[in-house]
């Protein structure tokens, strides 16, 4: 009867010892959302929708856009493999026609750009940019362009005079 009871009383130790640490764990459980508001751009991305829509003003400029609201992937074996490698990366800006097609997108990059990281990244953006034929046009956060350049930096030439079509303008474009 001994060894019973020191087994029973070693299982009743180890229930309270789970339920006091069960009891201690809750109290991190929070009652409402740890959670609050901020801008969706900072102040230079604000500064570069500005100008963007100002130079564009026929255009649809949508800030903050995930890859995957405008990239999808074919019905293929593996497609969620796929999605999964470029479904959380987002586009700073993406120019799209009247009818939301896309038709640019618009990087803005600051210094933190210059990190492993980022440049893996960004090349990643990039090879899906270009899988699909839609151009990126790339700016430094250092040297916003004018209102009166964008237009011809994100359109190239053609476009200045308000005409419609683009010409075939390779995928990546960079800005310095």
Same mark, same amino acid.
Request: glycine fraction near 4%; hydrophobic fraction near 45%; charge should be positive.
């Given at each position: 009867? &001994? ?5 029973? &009383? ?19 459980v929070? *009652? ?10 900072? %102040? ?8 963007? *829509? ?13 890859l ?9 074996? &593996?497609?969620?493999?796929?999605? #999964?490698?470029y ?10 026609n ?11 990059d600051?210094?933190?750009? #210059?990190? %492993?990281?980022?440049?893996s ?12 034929g ?13 209102? %009166? #350049? ?9 476009? *200045? #005079? &308000? ?5 075939k303008? %390779?995928? *990546?474009?960079?800005i310095?």
């Amino acid at each position: 009867m &001994g060894h019973g009871s020191s087994v029973l &009383g070693f299982v009743i130790l180890v229930v309270c010892v789970v339920a006091v640490a069960a009891l201690r764990r809750k109290q991190y459980v929070y *009652t409402a959302w740890p959670v609050y508001a901020r801008p969706v751009m900072s %102040e230079v991305e604000r500064q570069l929708f500005r100008r963007l *829509t100002e130079a564009l003003p026929e255009k649809l400029v949508l800030p903050q856009v995930q890859l995957c609201r405008f990239v999808e992937v074919r019905d293929v074996r &593996g497609r969620m493999a796929v999605l #999964n490698r470029y479904n959380r990366l987002s586009a700073d800006f993406v120019i799209c026609n009247a009818d939301a097609a896309v038709e640019r997108v618009v990087e803005l990059d600051d210094r933190s750009h #210059n990190r %492993e990281v980022a440049r893996s990244r960004d090349a990643k953006k990039d090879a899906v940019l270009n899988a699909v034929g839609i151009p990126i046009v790339r700016l430094q956060a250092r040297r916003i362009p004018s209102v %009166e #350049n964008l237009r011809r930096l994100v359109f190239g030439e053609q476009h *200045t #005079n &308000g005409m419609q079509h683009v010409a075939k303008v %390779e995928p *990546t474009i960079s800005i310095s």
